[in-house]
C-alpha cells in the first residue's frame, strides 16, 4: 500500500456531525446580520437578515410539504445563483426534501434526463422566462407535478404546459407555509428533530466530459463537514466580519459548499454575475471571492495587455514591476535588495491591482482547474493570496487546498482534516474520508466502479505529491492519449501554459495513434486584434483572414516553442492549427463547468486534424497552418 497523506500538523479537528440547516440555526443564534444575503437589484442590492433568510426559508419548507411532498422527494431548482436558490435550497434541506439543481447552460436533452431519472416531483424556476425554457420538456417528465415560480406577476401570460401541472409563485408556496406553523407551533422543530446527518441533502448531475449525467448523492455532513472544515482552516478570518461576493453558479458543488461555510461563519454574502463582476469588486470591496482561474488568466491578460499599449514611463514602471513579479516563489521569504524592490513595486504598481478587486480582498479562494504556477507566484507577489484547492463533486468538493502561509505554487495544497489522500500505482490519487459521496444515484455499478470495499474514491486525476506534502495534478487520467510510437501524452501541461497567454483562448492538444502531437488553437479575438493593430498588422481585417497572416503565425509558433521547453521531444507540439471559433458550452465543447469536452472537439475538428498529419513531412520540419 502506498503512502497514507493527511492534514498537515497543527491542523484543527475534523467537523463532523452537523445537519446543512443546524448551520443555520447556529448562525441565527451566534450573529445578528441585517445585510446576511444580498440580491442584486439593477445596481445595487436588496439585503435580506440571516433572520429573514431563516423565516423564509421556514416558511418555503412547510409550503412545500403542505403540497403534498413527502420526506426525501426529490425537487429541481431550475435557478438563477441568487438569495433566491438559497431560500429555495434551504427550504428542501429543512422539509426533509431532495433538491436537484439544474444548470442553466445545459442541453435541453440534459434537462429532460435530469428531470426523469432524478424523479422530481417538483420544479422551481426564477421567472416566467425559465419556465418557457423548459415547458417542452415537461410533457416527457411525468413525475413532476408542480412548478413554483420565483418571479410570477400577477396574470402574467404562461406557456403551454400539461394539463396535469399546477403553476403556483414562491410567495404562494411561503403563504401557505406561514399558515402551517401559525396552526402548528410544533411544526417547525419538528422538521429539525427528524433530519440526521446521514440523510441526503442533494443530488447534482455532473456535466461529464462525456456520456450522459451522473447523479451525485450527497449527504448533509459529506456537505456540513467539507464548508466547516475548509473555513476553519483559513487563518485570519474574523467571524461575523467577512464580506463573500459570489458569483459562481450555486448549482455546481464549488460555491454552494462555500455557501454554507459563509453563512456559517456569519459573512455577508453579495451575489453577483460575470458580467458584473469588475465593477462590484470595487463597489463592495470583499474580503473573500471564489473563482476559477480563468478569471485570474484573464485579470493577467488584461495586465499584458495593458503592457503593449503603454508608453513612456509607465510602460517602463510595469515591464519592470512584472519582472520583479514573475521572479517571486511562494514559500520562499524576498530577502535583502529583491525585497526592497518589491515594497517600492508595491506602491507604485501593486497597489492599483488590489485595489482593482476592491482593495480589502484576504483570499482569493480558486478551485475548478489547474492554476498555472507562474500566476499564483505572481499574483501572491502583488500582495493578492490565491489559495488553490482541489476537489470534484463527488468528494464534496474539496480533499485538499493550500492554507495561508502553507502555500505552494502549481500545488493544490494538503488535504483536509479527516481526509486521507494516496497515489495508486498508475498514478491515479484515491481519497478516503467523510467527504466522499453516498454514490451516483440508481447506479450502483457505477458507485463500485470508483469506490472499493475499503472507502478509497478513485478520482480519474493524475498526480504526485511533493517531498514536502503538497499534492501536484499533473493530468486527467483520460485525458492520457498514446501515440503511435507507443509513448503516452499528459496533454493539460502544455494546454494550461498556452491558454495562460492572452493571446489564446482555449489550446486542445491532440495525437492519439499519430507518430507526434499537434494542437488545435483558438485565439482570444480582441487580445488578437490589440495585438495586430500594436504591430500594425491590419487589425481590422476578418478574423479568418488575421489568422493567415505570417506575423500572426509567427507570434503564435513563439508561444507553441515556449510552452515545449523542458517536455520531452516526443510530448511536444509538433503543429498547430488557428481556428476562428470558440469553444463555448452553448456549442456542446465545453462542460457547464468550462472543461473542455474533447470527444466532441475531436469530431467537430475531425477535418483540421485530419489535414495536421495530411502529409509525410517529418515531425521536425512540419509547419504551422491556420483556419
Excluded at 492538444?509 to 507518430?515: A, E, F, I
Amino acid at each position: 500500500m502506498s503512502i497514507i497523506h493527511v492534514a498537515p500538523p497543527g491542523s484543527g479537528p475534523p467537523l463532523l456531525g452537523r445537519t446543512l440547516p443546524s448551520l443555520l440555526y447556529e448562525a441565527c443564534a451566534q450573529y445578528r446580520k441585517p445585510r446576511a444575503l444580498n440580491q442584486p437589484v439593477d445596481e445595487a442590492w436588496e439585503p435580506t437578515s440571516l433572520d429573514a433568510f431563516r423565516q423564509q426559508s421556514e416558511a418555503m419548507a412547510l409550503g412545500l410539504l403542505d403540497l403534498g411532498l413527502k420526506y426525501g422527494d426529490r425537487v429541481a431548482l431550475y435557478m438563477e445563483s441568487d438569495v433566491h436558490f438559497c431560500v429555495a435550497d434551504m427550504g428542501c434541506l429543512l422539509a426533509g426534501l431532495v433538491d436537484v439543481p439544474i444548470y442553466l447552460s445545459q442541453s435541453d436533452e440534459s434537462i429532460q434526463f435530469v428531470l426523469r431519472h432524478s424523479e422530481a416531483r417538483a420544479l422551481v424556476v426564477s421567472s416566467v422566462a425559465h419556465l418557457e425554457e423548459v415547458a417542452p420538456l415537461l410533457g416527457a417528465t411525468r413525475k413532476v407535478r408542480t412548478v413554483i415560480v420565483q418571479d410570477l406577476p400577477p396574470a402574467a401570460p404562461l406557456p403551454s404546459l400539461p394539463r396535469r401541472l399546477r403553476v403556483l409563485s414562491v410567495q404562494d408556496v411561503q403563504v401557505l407555509g406561514e399558515r402551517r406553523a401559525a396552526r402548528d407551533r410544533a411544526a417547525v422543530p419538528g422538521l429539525l428533530s427528524r433530519i440526521h446527518r446521514d440523510d441526503l441533502a442533494t443530488i447534482i448531475y455532473t456535466s461529464g466530459t462525456t456520456g450522459q449525467p451522473k447523479g451525485v448523492m450527497l449527504s448533509h455532513e459529506n456537505l456540513s463537514f467539507n464548508a466547516l472544515t475548509s473555513y476553519s482552516e483559513l487563518k485570519g478570518l474574523e467571524k461575523g466580519q467577512e464580506c463573500i461576493l459570489s458569483f459562481l453558479p450555486l448549482t455546481h458543488v464549488f460555491a454552494r459548499s462555500l455557501h454554507y461555510g459563509a453563512l456559517a461563519f456569519g459573512a455577508d454574502i453579495y451575489f453577483t454575475t460575470p458580467e458584473r463582476l469588475a465593477g462590484d469588486l470595487k463597489k463592495i470591496q470583499p474580503t473573500i471571492f471564489a473563482t476559477v482561474p480563468r478569471l485570474l488568466e484573464k485579470v493577467y491578460g488584461r495586465i499584458l495587455e495593458q503592457a503593449t499599449t503603454l508608453t513612456g514611463l509607465k510602460k517602463k514602471l510595469l515591464d519592470w514591476a512584472l519582472e520583479l513579479a514573475q521572479q517571486y516563489e511562494l514559500g520562499t521569504e524576498p530577502e535583502g535588495r529583491y525585497a526592497a524592490q518589491l515594497a517600492v513595486a508595491d506602491q507604485l504598481v501593486f497597489t492599483k491591482w488590489r485595489a482593482a478587486l476592491g482593495g480589502h480582498i484576504k483570499y482569493v479562494i480558486c478551485g475548478g482547474a489547474a492554476l498555472n504556477a507562474q500566476l499564483a507566484n505572481l499574483y501572491a507577489a502583488a500582495g493578492v493570496t490565491v489559495l488553490q484547492g482541489y476537489g470534484l463533486t463527488e468528494t464534496s468538493p474539496v480533499i485538499t487546498y493550500n492554507r495561508p502561509g502553507q502555500n505552494r505554487a502549481g500545488t493544490v495544497g494538503q488535504p483536509l482534516p479527516g481526509v486521507e489522500v494516496r497515489i495508486a500505482a498508475d498514478g491515479e490519487i484515491l481519497t478516503r474520508g467523510p467527504h466522499v459521496m453516498q454514490g451516483y444515484y440508481k447506479n450502483p455499478d457505477k458507485t463500485a466502479a470508483v469506490i472499493d470495499e475499503e472507502g478509497w474514491f478513485c478520482t480519474g486525476d493524475i498526480g504526485e505529491v511533493t517531498e514536502d506534502g503538497f499534492l501536484r495534478i499533473t493530468d486527467r487520467k483520460k485525458d492520457l492519449f498514446k501515440l503511435s510510437t507507443g509513448k503516452y501524452v499528459m496533454p493539460q501541461p502544455l494546454e494550461n501554459h498556452l491558454s495562460t497567454h492572452p493571446l489564446i483562448d482555449q489550446a486542445v492538444v491532440v495525437g492519439t495513434g499519430h507518430k507526434y502531437c499537434t494542437a488545435l488553437i483558438f485565439p482570444n479575438h480582441e487580445t488578437l486584434r490589440v495585438y495586430a493593430e500594436v504591430h500594425h498588422l491590419g487589425h481590422q481585417q476578418p478574423m479568418e483572414v488575421l489568422v493567415a497572416d505570417p506575423g500572426i503565425h509567427q507570434r503564435y509558433q513563439a508561444l507553441v516553442d515556449e510552452a515545449n521547453l523542458g517536455k520531452d521531444a516526443w510530448s511536444t507540439i509538433k503543429r498547430f492549427r488557428l481556428l476562428t471559433e470558440s469553444l463555448t458550452v452553448e456549442n456542446g465543447l465545453l462542460t457547464p463547468t468550462l472543461k473542455v469536452r474533447r470527444a466532441q472537439v475531436r469530431e467537430r475538428y475531425a477535418a483540421e486534424i485530419d489535414q495536421l498529419y495530411a502529409d509525410s513531412t517529418s515531425p521536425s520540419e512540419a509547419q504551422p497552418t491556420a483556419a
